[in-house]
């Protein structure tokens, strides 16, 4: 058998689930093959922090939604679920691929992507790292949607319903420096098209530049502006959404937490690094 053929019959298949309610409707799943390599979050942080039970239910969701098969979560710090020992502790067979590591961030972060290809260059088993969450539609999805829980955003901009607490601007609040600005700008970008509204990014470890986007969107019109937090939950940065926000006097929005197109996208990040490798 080529090796072509073997890296096609690897692969997982797509599959689309019987039509069923709520947001759930129509994704499109991922069904792999026995032996396939385990799919692994790499979390920010340790177990035992806040947010940590948010890697839990996105790793359920990716199994009972998308792939079929457990996946596991593993820290970047402590000894408790570390990284290191989840990818230790797992199962492989000469000269095959055991884990495919799949960042839980919603875009690039040099300093947690260095990490997570640090333990997987240093595992005892063979693994890749795939891309990041984000920058994708789906983030901006789940943005919308934490908006919208938050009474800060219609929850379908087409709707003719009143909110008196929608906002007429958002900044998209992300860990990180000016780089991380700059990616997640993609993200403000596609959010602004569902909003119809102004949307401008800033980093959370700068109360500058909060204060800079809430200028800008005041500029622009904006009467009303909401915080965005452009993270999932277990990052440090989570604890800097509530002063962000007040410094710019805004109402803000919840973590994206384990929203339904996070799991969509960690299997997506999971059949891309699979796929590369395989055809390798």
Do not use: C, W
Not at 115 to 144: F, K, M, N, Q, T
Not at 219 to 241: M, Q
Request: net charge negative; no cysteine.
């Amino acid at each position: 058998m080529s090796p072509e053929s073997q890296a096609s019959e690897a692969l997982p298949s797509r599959r689309r689930r019987a039509p069923r309610g709520g947001r759930h409707r129509g994704d499109e799943s991922f069904l792999l093959p026995p032996g396939s390599p385990t799919l692994v979050l790499a979390v920010p942080g340790h177990a035992r922090q806040a947010g940590a039970e948010t890697a839990a239910e996105l790793a359920r969701l990716v199994e009972m939604e998308h792939t079929g098969q457990p996946a596991a979560v593993g820290y970047l710090d402590g000894e408790e679920a570390g990284l290191h020992g989840v990818l230790a502790g797992l199962r492989q067979e000469p000269d095959e691929l055991a884990a495919v590591v799949v960042p839980l961030s919603t875009g690039p972060d040099p300093r947690f992507d260095r990490a997570v290809h640090g333990a997987v260059a240093s595992s005892p088993v063979r693994a890749v790292a795939a891309e990041p969450l984000g920058p994708h539609p789906l983030i901006a999805e789940a943005l919308h949607d934490r908006l919208a829980d938050a009474g800060l955003a219609r929850a379908d901009r087409i709707r003719l319903m009143t909110m008196v607490t929608a906002a007429s601007g958002v900044i998209v609040a992300t860990p990180g420096d000016a780089t991380a600005v700059r990616q997640a700008e993609v993200t403000g970008v596609l959010l602004a098209s569902r909003l119809a509204a102004p949307v401008f990014t800033a980093s959370l470890n700068d109360e500058a530049s909060v204060k800079a986007a809430a200028e800008q969107l005041r500029a622009a019109g904006a009467a009303s502006i909401a915080v965005a937090p452009h993270l999932i939950g277990p990052e440090p940065e989570a604890a800097l959404v509530a002063s962000a926000a007040a410094v710019v006097g805004a109402p803000y929005s919840a973590p994206l937490g384990a929203h339904p197109a996070l799991a969509r996208l960690a299997a997506l990040r999971y059949v891309e690094a699979l796929s590369t490798a395989l055809a390798e």
